[in-house]
C-alpha cells in the first residue's frame, strides 16, 4: 500500500474482543492502527511482531488528559477514524442494582466515549475531516431487566451518536453507533445464559468494518438480533414489560 494512502485509526480498547479484531482488520490492510486499554499485557504476543504498525498505548478512557494527548500524538499526520470501543459491563444480574458497579459501568461506558469524542473532535475540527464511531448495544435499545446500569450506557451512546451524526457533519466529520447483540469475547464468556444469535468477533469485525466504509449512521448487527430489538423497541412499553415478564427474560 502506497504510504499516501494508509489511514490512521485509533481504536479505545483494542486489547482484547471487537477491538483487537477490528484493528487486525485495519493492520491486515496495511493502515496505522493505535489501541489503548489498561492493561497491555492482553495484547497477544504475535500481534507485536506480525503488525509494526501497530501502535499500543496504556491509557484509561477515564484519564481524559492522558487520553487526548495520547490521541494528539498518535495523530500527528492525521486521525480518519477514531473508535470509542472501550467498554465494561457487569452481567451478574441481581434484582437489586449493585450502584457501585453501577457507576463504574456509567462513568467508563458513557464519560469514556464522551472523552475519546472530545479528543477526536480536537484533531478533526480543525482539519474538518474524520469519522467517531462507538459502541453501543442493543441493550441500549430496550431497557433491559437486571443490567440497567449498562443498558441506560449503552442508550446514552446510541443518542449521543445520533445527535453528533446531525451537528458534526457541518464540520466534515462523520458519526456512527454501532449496537451489536452477542458477540463472542472475554466480555460474554461467563455468560451462562443462552446468547440468541452468537457471532464470533472477528465476523463482527467484518461487518462493522463495512458499516463503516459506508458510513451508516446507525448500524445494529446481527440482522436477525436487528429483527428482534425493532420489535421490542417498536411495542406500547406496558407490552414490552409484560413480555419480558412472561418470557422471565429479567
Ligand atoms: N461482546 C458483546 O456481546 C457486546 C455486545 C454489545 C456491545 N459490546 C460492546 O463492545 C465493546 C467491546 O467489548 P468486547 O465485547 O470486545 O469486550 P472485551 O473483550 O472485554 O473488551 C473491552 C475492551 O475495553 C477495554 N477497556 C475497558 N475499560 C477500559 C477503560 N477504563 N479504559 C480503557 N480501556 C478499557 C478493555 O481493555 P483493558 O481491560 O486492557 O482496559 C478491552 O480492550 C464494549 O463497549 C461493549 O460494551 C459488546
New binding site residues.
Given amino acids: 500500500m502506497k504510504d499516501e494512502k494508509r489511514k490512521h485509526i485509533f481504536i ?10 477490528l484493528a487486525e482488520l485495519y493492520l491486515k490492510e496495511g493502515h496505522h492502527v493505535g ?9 497477544p504476543d504475535s500481534f507485536k511482531d506480525i503488525y509494526p504498525m501497530l501502535h499500543s498505548f ?6 481524559m488528559k492522558k ?1 487526548s494527548t495520547t490521541i494528539k500524538n498518535f495523530s500527528k499526520d492525521g486521525l480518519d477514524i477514531l473508535i ?6 457487569d452481567f451478574k444480574k441481581t434484582v437489586l442494582p449493585d450502584m457501585e458497579s453501577s457507576r463504574q459501568i456509567l ?3 458513557v464519560f ?2 464522551f472523552n475519546t469524542f472530545e479528543a477526536g473532535m480536537e484533531v478533526m475540527i480543525p482539519r474538518k475531516k474524520g469519522h467517531l464511531v ?6 441500549g435499545m430496550v431497557g433491559l431487566p437486571r443490567i440497567g446500569a ?1 443498558s441506560a ?2 442508550a446514552a ?1 446510541l443518542k449521543l451518536c445520533e445527535s453528533f451524526a446531525i451537528d458534526l457533519s457541518s464540520v466534515g466529520i462523520n458519526v456512527t453507533a ?11 464468556k461467563s455468560n451462562n445464559h443462552h ?1 440468541p444469535f ?2 464470533s ?1 472477528e465476523k ?1 469485525a467484518k461487518k462493522m468494518k463495512k458499516a463503516i466504509e459506508r458510513k451508516r449512521v446507525l448500524y445494529v448487527l446481527p440482522f436477525r438480533m436487528r429483527m428482534v430489538m425493532l420489535v421490542l423497541e417498536g411495542m406500547p412499553r406496558f407490552l414490552y414489560r409484560f413480555f419480558i415478564k412472561m418470557f422471565r427474560f429479567e
Fill in positions: 479505545t480498547g483494542g486489547t482484547t474482543g471487537i477491538g483487537l479484531a489501541i489503548c486499554g489498561r492493561d497491555l499485557s492482553k495484547i496504556e491509557v484509561d478512557v477515564r484519564d487520553l470509542a470501543n472501550a467498554g465494561i459491563g462513568d467508563i461506558n469514556g466515549v462507538a459502541m453501543a448495544s442493543v441493550a449498562y450506557s449503552k451512546v454501532i449496537a451489536p447483540g452477542f458477540i463472542e469475547t472475554p466480555l460474554t446468547m452468537l457471532m468477533a463482527a
